[in-house]
């Protein structure tokens, strides 16, 4: 492979997809139907919501395949950069691409431009890649990230959802997104406050996975015996960090604890 | 019909080599040395928003002195060729040795084939998992690699910046005797290089996967003044 090197009229600036395009080196385009291959991994329920500090994002762990569980321990939240995160639900394939190719996208940009891009800016640019999958999406293999980060500039935390057209809605307070969305959603949606806290924040998200859990046969509650838990993390002016498993662990039992002396009472 | 002159193949490469050669040695110079936690480069350079250093991968970094749009070009093919190899392959293959060849071939294909030679020397600096893996490549404007272990010199005065490096070099610097050394390396006897008028960056194992970091000027002065 040769090193790109294009004329100055011709120079396709700091998009590595649209370089991908030039050199020819992106993935082939999906030409049937996603049903004729079965049942393929499908990526489930993310939440993300502000909180004082910024965001916080998560998401279980859980891909199915059909009725078939094809994965325990997927990572659906990812850190795009140091300031920003995305959660994916739909299908898994095409979704950790987009994520890959976004991750590389924010990089990239950083790398060329020599200074990072804005936090609307990469939320548009995750939309640009979702309207370019809108064929994949029509065949079935749909992906709904949702993206939120730290904005340096603002101050404070920001998150959007997507719809499968590229379609990019900021949201003021939280986000949910795929099969156990509307149960996590309506956790989200009661607990939260504008003066919500870190530890606050992250008891809300993991009580919004259990509760999805509980009623989505779609979405990973946390597993005890693999010692797998949901993948938690917050972003601040501080940048991406995760809460990690033994803090996840005491937090569970802590709310598992509670469950059962409310059904005793 | 008017016939063009002859010229000898020799006089025109080295009319050229001189040409690039003047052009350099205008620019003003640059250092890179090792020191425990991988590579430091040192490059004088007022501008707080032109670069001379920078990163191009995970674990390289790119430093260039002449031209500064010929240069800043050769930068983003290298950023290019990198985020495209650790795309279709994976991070792990993407390495400084390749990157060099690569621009080796780009720089002597100019060098023979162009009216003009690009008036840039550069720098692709690795840093390995341990120090035994650093590696240092400085490219010259006709395509001649050499490959460095533990200093290297690029731009203009290189003979005595060289000299005065050689004599102060020992292995096992940290980060800020490093800095020092390539300073004092850079200015000579009668100068002093303030921070203002420097760009730091480390190549450093410690860093995290993205293991290159630009120093700012209050950085570079904390690490100037301490002993």
């Known amino acids: 492979m040769a090193m790109p090197i294009f004329a100055p009229g011709d120079d396709p600036g700091s998009s590595f997809p649209e370089l991908l395009r030039r050199i020819g080196g992106g993935p082939a385009a999906l030409s049937a139907s996603a049903d004729a291959l079965g049942p ?10 502000r909180y004082v500090d910024g965001v916080v994002m998560a998401g279980d762990r859980r891909a199915t395949a059909g009725n078939l569980i094809s994965h325990r321990s997927m990572e659906k939240v990812v850190e795009a950069d140091r300031y920003s995160g995305v959660a994916i639900a739909g299908a898994a394939g095409p979704a950790m691409d987009m994520v890959k190719l976004f991750q590389l996208q924010l990089e990239h940009y950083e790398k060329v431009e020599g200074t990072s891009l804005s936090l609307e800016g990469k939320a548009n640019q995750l939309s640009a890649m979702i309207r370019g999958n809108l064929q994949s999406a029509m065949m079935g293999l749909a992906v709904v990230p949702i993206f939120a980060g730290f904005d340096e500039r603002r101050e404070r935390g920001r998150l959007w959802d997507f719809d499968v057209t590229g379609g990019r809605y900021e949201e003021r307070e939280y986000v949910a997104t795929g099969s156990g969305s509307l149960h996590a959603g309506t956790v989200v949606k009661l607990g939260w406050r504008e003066d919500l806290g870190r530890d606050d924040a992250i008891d809300l998200a993991c009580r919004a996975l259990w509760e999805a859990a509980d009623a989505d046969s779609a979405t990973g509650g946390p597993d005890l015996l693999r010692g797998i838990y949901p993948v938690v993390a917050t972003i601040t002016a501080a940048g991406w960090s995760r809460v990690d498993d033994d803090d996840l662990a005491a937090r569970y039992e802590h709310l598992a604890a509670s469950l059962r002396e409310g059904q005793r009472s | 019909m008017s016939m063009p002159f002859y010229v000898a193949p020799e006089q025109v490469m080295k009319d050229r080599a001189d040409y690039a050669r003047k052009g350099i040695g205008r620019g003003r110079a640059l250092v890179a040395l090792r020191y425990v936690e991988g590579i430091a480069v040192v490059a004088e350079n007022s501008s707080e928003t032109l670069r001379k250093v920078s990163e191009i991968y995970d674990r390289i970094a790119f430093a260039g002195v002449g031209r500064y749009n010929e240069f800043d070009q050769l930068r983003v093919a290298g950023v290019r060729a990198a985020d495209l190899k650790g795309f279709q392959y994976s ?7 390749s990157l060099a060849n690569q621009y080796a071939q780009i720089l002597g294909q100019i060098f023979t084939h162009e009216m003009k030679p690009l008036e840039v020397e550069i720098l692709v600096a690795e840093v390995g998992q341990t120090p035994a893996g650093d590696q240092m490549f400085h490219i010259q404007y006709d395509g ?3 490959d460095h272990k533990e200093f290297t ?8 910046i060289l000299a005065r490096l050689t004599e102060s070099f020992t292995d096992g610097f940290d980060a800020g005797a490093a800095v020092r050394t390539g300073v004092a390396a850079l200015a000579g006897p009668d100068r002093s290089l303030p921070a203002p008028d420097l760009e730091v960056a480390l190549l450093a194992r410690g860093n995290g996967r993205r293991c ?11 690490l100037l003044t301490a002993t």
């Open chain 1, 40 to 49: 393929l991994p499908h990526a489930t329920t993310c939440v993300a919501m």
């Open chain 2, 91 to 97: 991070r792990d293959d993407v390495d400084a040795r």
């Open chain 2, 144 to 146: 001649t690699v050499f």
């Open chain 2, 212 to 222: 290159f970091r630009r120093l700012d000027d209050a950085a570079v002065a904390a």
């Open chain 2, 153 to 160: 010199v690029l731009g203009g005065d290189a003979d005595a």
